[in-house]
């Protein structure tokens, strides 16, 4: 009767594992993971029985044999060596040939392997001179620790060396980078007496892993004036540049920079590189960034991180193509990578206007499953954006709502919502609701004057009840009077619009103050009432407005001048009722008036509407106006009759 076979394949691979136990030295320590994604042993160098830290793992593949020629051939799939690129420690491959009982190592560092293509399986080849029986393991363990100290940027250091079991415990927990941990005990250490120039380092960098930049600083500064070295310097550079990035310290961002180029050379690593690569975009030097980067990506091609911010770089130069392709390196590296996802779907949706696509990748960040909401709090804008431009406003409205949730005084939430609540408030009862609650925490949150201007639509304020409601909130209205804007002619329209456009008139007031007019219009013969300046300053911005306004309908610049000549027009020969005074002057002095007066009143308006299309004209980067050229003889005949006859008017 046959009985059941063990198949080969399982026969060779119990060999290999025993035949690689009985090689690893008996003092160190190794264990077999419960579950095999790609790595089958563990294995901590240590030294009188006390592990230190350093460790590395073990890929062992098992064959029948390898062939003739040099090399024995490992096939691994794509998606494990996906998973070596996040371990933290170097990875050992190890294939067994059955048929010489021997096997051949090489560390996975040693193959150059572009993890950003599409390939589905890689070949590497081991070198057959490289016999398992014959390894070196006080090289292995000076290996490992060369390739530790390196990532820590801490030269000439050997753990072997170390007696005191705190100090064992405390590298190794900052060798398993976890960095809090290690702050503790080298702190500890340094109470208690440490003077070691490497323990100070060290609790620098654990300091600057944890975000504590401030006593990163301060530590590897005090290191520095103890024992100054390219590598101290250069961690003092990496501190810098993400404390300059975080505060946006400008002063830190240049200091980095400059330490960078001073002390870098073709021999750092691919992190110190990537960066001064960092510090270069921070300062806006996207093009020196670049070259940075790529330095970087030439040394390890599998940080998912650098090409993401190369992705950045390519995006504040405006070179989207370049950009999208940054990002998908960086997903292909790391599908999951939150920076990456959230950054190519920016560009979807800002860019290219593929808002659905976009949106399919921010929810792979922001799935119930994670709490990433809080830590992407400005990534929730272009959420809220796509699903407006999709058109569905009440999941716009939610994620507009969970940003402000996190930080409730955004000026980019509070304005995104705002703006979608301004257009979409007629729809239905509810938005109109929603829109009167939000426009009222907005009035009282910032005095926001497009929320003013709002709720006088909503609720249909006239004329009145609009400056009942804003005069005491705003210069621009302060000590005007109803019954005088009625009379000459000011609607409720006119100050809805005011209102509007509030954040681009007071910016151009502040440089051009109506002050720069009283050599115009000051007179020997009367004293000029701060009412008519109050009246003045009013006109001016209802002319500032309707001007951008007027552009704004067909994105005409002409328009621009046009509105302007026609505010003047309507509003200035009626204001010299309250230019000119009430009393009567004698007939001798009204011609002098006139002559002294009407050349200086004519001359401001001329000068306003001049310095309004400038600026209006800059600011959108239109096209240059002179308004002489579209200023009419005509246009200026009339208004010349128009304020001399009020002249008349009002001075008999």
Same mark, same amino acid.
């Given at each position: 009767?046959?009985?059941?076979?063990?198949?080969?394949?399982?026969?060779?691979?119990?060999?290999?594992?025993?035949?690689?136990?009985?090689?690893?030295?008996?003092?160190?320590?190794?264990? #077999?993971? @419960?579950?095999?994604?790609?790595?089958?042993?563990?294995?901590?160098?240590?030294?009188?029985?006390?592990?230190?830290?350093?460790?590395?793992?073990?890929?062992?593949?098992?064959?029948?044999?390898?062939?003739?020629?040099?090399?024995?051939?490992?096939?691994?799939?794509?998606?494990?060596?996906?998973?070596?690129?996040?371990?933290?420690?170097?990875?050992?491959?190890?294939?067994?040939?059955?048929?010489?009982?021997?096997?051949?190592?090489?560390?996975?560092?040693?193959?150059?392997?572009?993890?950003?293509?599409?390939?589905?399986?890689? !070949?590497?080849?081991?070198?057959?001179?490289?016999?398992?029986?014959?390894?070196?393991?006080?090289?292995?363990?000076?290996?490992?620790?060369?390739?530790?100290?390196?990532?820590?940027?801490?030269?000439?250091?050997?753990?072997?060396?170390?007696?005191?079991?705190?100090?064992?415990?405390?590298?190794?927990?900052?060798?398993?980078?976890?960095?809090?941990? =290690?702050?503790?005990?080298?702190?500890?250490?340094?109470?208690?007496? !440490?003077?070691?120039?490497?323990?100070?380092?060290?609790? @620098?960098?654990?300091?600057?892993?944890?975000?504590?930049?401030?006593? @990163?600083?301060?530590?590897?500064?005090? $290191?520095?004036?103890?024992?100054?070295?390219?590598?101290?310097?250069?961690?003092?550079?990496?501190?810098?540049?993400?404390?300059?990035?975080?505060?946006?310290?400008?002063?830190?961002?240049?200091? =980095?920079?400059?330490?960078?180029?001073?002390?870098?050379?073709?021999?750092?690593?691919?992190?110190?590189?990537?960066?001064?690569?960092?510090?270069?975009?921070?300062?806006?030097?996207?093009?020196?960034?670049?070259?940075?980067?790529?330095? !970087?990506?030439?040394?390890?091609?599998?940080?998912?991180?650098?090409?993401?911010?190369?992705?950045?770089?390519?995006?504040?130069?405006?070179?989207?193509?370049?950009?999208?392709?940054?990002?998908?390196?960086?997903?292909?590296?790391?599908?999951?990578?939150?920076?990456?996802?959230?950054?190519?779907?920016?560009?979807?949706?800002?860019?290219?206007?593929?808002?659905?696509?976009?949106?399919?990748?921010?929810?792979?960040?922001?799935?119930?499953?994670?709490?990433?909401?809080?830590?992407?709090?400005?990534?929730?804008?272009?959420?809220?954006?796509?699903?407006?431009?999709?058109?569905?406003?009440?999941?716009?409205?939610?994620?507009?709502?969970?940003?402000?949730?996190?930080?409730?005084?955004?000026i980019y939430f509070l304005n995104f919502k705002?703006?979608?609540?301004?257009?979409?408030?007629?729809?239905?009862?509810?938005?109109?609701?929603?829109?009167?609650?939000?426009?009222?925490?907005? $009035?009282?949150?910032?005095?926001?004057?497009?929320?003013?201007?709002?709720?006088?639509?909503?609720?249909?304020?006239?004329?009145?009840?609009?400056?009942?409601?804003?005069? =005491?909130?705003?210069?621009?209205?302060?000590?005007?009077?109803?019954?005088?804007?009625?009379?000459?002619?000011?609607?409720?329209?006119?100050?809805?619009?005011?209102?509007?456009?509030?954040?681009?008139?007071?910016?151009?007031?502040?440089?051009?103050?109506?002050?720069?007019?009283?050599?115009?219009?000051?007179?020997?013969?009367f004293s000029i009432t701060a009412e008519f300046?109050?009246?003045?300053?009013?006109?001016?911005?209802?002319?500032?407005?309707?001007?951008?306004? !007027?552009?704004?309908?067909?994105?005409?610049?002409?328009?621009? #001048?046009?509105?302007?000549?026609?505010?003047?027009?309507?509003?200035?020969?009626?204001?010299?009722?309250?230019?000119?005074?009430?009393?009567?002057?004698?007939?001798?002095?009204?011609?002098?008036?006139?002559?002294?007066?009407?050349?200086?009143?004519?001359?401001?308006?001329?000068?306003?509407?001049? #310095?309004?299309?400038?600026?209006?004209?800059?600011?959108?980067?239109?096209?240059?106006?002179?308004? #002489?050229?579209?200023?009419?003889?005509?246009?200026?005949?009339?208004?010349?009759? @128009?304020?001399?006859?009020?002249?008349?008017?009002?001075?008999?």
């Amino acid at each position: 009767m046959d009985q059941p076979k063990r198949p080969q394949s399982h026969i060779i691979s119990t060999r290999s594992a025993k035949y690689l136990e009985n090689n690893i030295p008996d003092e160190w320590h190794f264990n #077999v993971p @419960a579950n095999d994604y790609g790595i089958d042993y563990q294995v901590e160098i240590s030294k009188n029985g006390q592990v230190t830290g350093l460790n590395f793992s073990l890929q062992l593949k098992s064959t029948e044999e390898t062939g003739k020629g040099n090399f024995a051939k490992v096939t691994l799939k794509h998606t494990t060596l996906n998973y070596y690129q996040v371990r933290l420690e170097p990875i050992m491959l190890i294939i067994y040939d059955a048929e010489h009982n021997e096997a051949y190592w090489s560390w996975l560092s040693d193959h150059r392997i572009d993890l950003t293509s599409d390939k589905k399986n890689y !070949s590497l080849r081991i070198s057959k001179e490289n016999k398992l029986s014959e390894i070196d393991w006080n090289g292995i363990a000076s290996h490992v620790q060369k390739l530790f100290n390196a990532k820590s940027f801490i030269s000439d250091f050997d753990i072997l060396q170390i007696e005191n079991n705190l100090e064992l415990g405390a590298w190794k927990v900052y060798y398993q980078e976890d960095y809090e941990q =290690a702050v503790y005990l080298f702190r500890r250490l340094i109470r208690e007496g !440490s003077v070691s120039y490497n323990i100070h380092q060290a609790l @620098a960098w654990s300091l600057y892993q944890t975000y504590q930049y401030n006593d @990163a600083l301060s530590t590897i500064n005090l $290191v520095i004036e103890s024992s100054e070295t390219p590598n101290s310097l250069k961690i003092k550079a990496c501190i810098l540049t993400e404390f300059g990035f975080a505060t946006q310290d400008k002063g830190k961002l240049i200091q =980095a920079r400059n330490i960078f180029k001073e002390f870098l050379t073709g021999e750092d690593s691919a992190v110190m590189l990537y960066n001064y690569a960092n510090a270069l975009n921070s300062l806006g030097e996207f093009r020196e960034a670049i070259v940075q980067y790529r330095l !970087s990506i030439k040394k390890d091609p599998n940080e998912a991180r650098c090409w993401k911010n190369l992705g950045t770089t390519y995006y504040n130069l405006g070179e989207h193509d370049k950009e999208m392709a940054c990002y998908d390196k960086a997903l292909a590296l790391n599908p999951e990578l939150p920076q990456a996802l959230f950054s190519k779907g920016i560009t979807l949706a800002q860019h290219f206007a593929k808002h659905d696509e976009a949106l399919v990748l921010f929810h792979k960040v922001l799935s119930e499953k994670n709490n990433l909401a809080q830590e992407y709090v400005n990534g929730l804008f272009w959420v809220a954006y796509c699903y407006e431009q999709i058109g569905d406003i009440d999941k716009a409205l939610f994620w507009v709502d969970k940003g402000l949730s996190f930080n409730g005084s955004s000026i980019y939430f509070l304005n995104f919502k705002s703006n979608l609540l301004g257009r979409e408030w007629r729809n239905t009862a509810k938005l109109k609701e929603i829109a009167i609650s939000f426009f009222k925490y907005r $009035v009282e949150l910032d005095n926001d004057p497009k929320s003013w201007h709002q709720l006088a639509i909503i609720h249909n304020w006239d004329l009145s009840q609009i400056l009942s409601n804003v005069s =005491a909130k705003f210069g621009l209205y302060k000590d005007l009077n109803y019954n005088v804007l009625a009379q000459l002619g000011f609607t409720k329209e006119d100050l809805q619009n005011t209102l509007s456009f509030m954040e681009y008139y007071k910016p151009f007031r502040d440089k051009y103050p109506t002050s720069r007019y009283i050599s115009n219009i000051i007179s020997p013969y009367f004293s000029i009432t701060a009412e008519f300046f109050n009246l003045l300053e009013l006109a001016f911005a209802v002319a500032f407005n309707q001007a951008l306004i !007027s552009y704004r309908t067909d994105n005409n610049e002409i328009n621009i #001048v046009n509105s302007l000549t026609g505010t003047m027009l309507r509003f200035m020969p009626v204001l010299i009722k309250y230019y000119l005074p009430e009393e009567k002057i004698t007939d001798a002095d009204t011609n002098e008036v006139i002559l002294s007066c009407f050349p200086g009143y004519t001359d401001m308006i001329y000068r306003e509407i001049g #310095v309004q299309s400038g600026h209006i004209t800059v600011n959108l980067n239109l096209r240059k106006i002179d308004p #002489v050229e579209y200023i009419s003889e005509e246009y200026q005949d009339q208004l010349g009759e @128009a304020i001399y006859n009020n002249f008349i008017k009002y001075l008999n």
